[in-house]
C-alpha cells in the first residue's frame, strides 16, 4: 500500500515539470514531507475548460483530498478507507472502476514511505518497524498514478462554491524486486513517454493502461522514526539515517 509520502514542490515547479495548460490552485499548498490520508495533495488532470465546451481537454493543476468518495456514496467519510487501489483489480471494484474510464489523474511526489518490520520488539512483544523513504533515484518527480472523483454534498445549497468534494486514491502493484523486502505493495508510476494516455479522459480506461514502470528506477533508505508520527513534519523526516547519526 502507500500510505504516507512526500510532496515538496511548488505549483510552477508542477506546472513546467507535467506542461500544465491551466491551474486551478487557488492557494499553494505548503511543503508537506508526511503526506497522510485526508490530507490535501496536488493531482494533475485533464478535463474540458467548461461543462459546455467542446474543446479539447486540458491539462489542469488542482488541489484535491486524499481518500476517494464515490460519486454514489451517501457518507463522504468512506473516503478514509479508499486512499488505494489495486491496480490487479480497478477495472471492476464499483468504487473505482467509473473513476478509472474517465477520471484518471497524476499525483506528484517526491517520494513514498514504507515501514519494513525488523527482528527487535517493543515492550508489547510486537515487532519494531523500521521506515524507509522511496524514491527515484535521479532525484526527479514520482508521478504515482491516481484517479479522482467529484462527489456531490447533499447539505449543501445549490449556489454554495464548496458543494462538490474532489478526492482521489493511489493506484498501487507488486512492488519490484529491489523494494519487496520491505513491501510487498508499491504505488504504480506512470512513466513520462504514457503521462497523455494516461490522463486523456477521451482514452478508453483498460488494462492497457495498466503499465509498471521499468524497474531498477527508484532507491530506498532508512529514515528516522519521527515519521511514524503524522504530526511531524519538515525535510528531516527524508534524511537518511546515517547522516543524522
Known amino acids: 500500500m502507500c500510505g504516507r509520502y512526500a510532496s515538496s514542490r511548488q505549483p510552477d515547479d508542477l506546472i513546467e515539470e507535467f506542461e500544465v495548460v491551466e ?3 487557488a492557494a499553494p499548498l505548503a511543503a508537506d514531507y508526511n503526506v497522510a490520508p485526508t490530507k490535501e495533495v496536488y493531482a494533475i488532470v485533464e478535463r474540458p475548460p467548461s461543462r459546455e465546451s467542446e474543446e479539447p481537454p ?6 484535491l483530498t486524499w481518500g476517494l468518495v464515490p460519486s454514489w456514496a451517501k457518507d463522504p467519510s ?3 478507507r479508499m486512499i488505494n487501489a489495486r491496480m490487479e483489480t480497478v477495472a471492476e471494484k464499483p468504487a473505482y472502476r467509473k473513476a478509472f474510464a474517465t477520471r484518471r489523474a497524476l499525483l506528484p511526489a517526491d517520494g513514498y514511505f514504507e515501514w519494513y518490520p525488523t527482528s527487535l520488539t517493543n515492550a508489547k512483544g510486537k515487532p519494531v518497524k523500521q521506515p524507509f523513504f522511496i524514491r527515484p533515484r535521479d532525484g526527479g518527480v514520482l508521478a504515482m498514478a491516481g484517479l479522482y472523483e467529484i462527489w456531490r454534498d447533499p447539505t449543501k445549497a445549490e449556489d454554495d462554491p464548496d458543494r462538490f468534494r474532489w478526492t482521489c486514491t493511489v493506484l498501487t502493484t507488486e512492488a519490484e524486486d529491489s523494494l519487496g523486502h520491505i513491501h510487498d505493495r508499491m504505488p504504480l508510476m506512470v512513466e513520462r513517454d504514457r503521462w497523455h ?3 486523456d479522459p477521451t482514452t478508453p480506461g483498460d488494462t492497457s493502461l495498466l503499465v509498471p514502470a521499468a524497474p531498477g528506477r527508484l532507491e530506498a533508505y532508512a529514515v528516522p522514526t ?3 508520527n503524522v504530526r511531524n513534519n519538515g525535510p528531516e523526516l527524508v534524511v537518511p539515517l546515517e ?3
Do not use: D, M
Open 226 to 228: 519521527l515519521v511514524s
Open 78 to 80: 468512506i473516503g478514509n
Open 23 to 25: 491551474s486551478r490552485v
Open 58 to 63: 486540458q491539462r489542469q493543476l488542482r488541489v
Open 197 to 199: 494516455e494516461w490522463l
Open 243 to 245: 547522516a543524522t547519526s
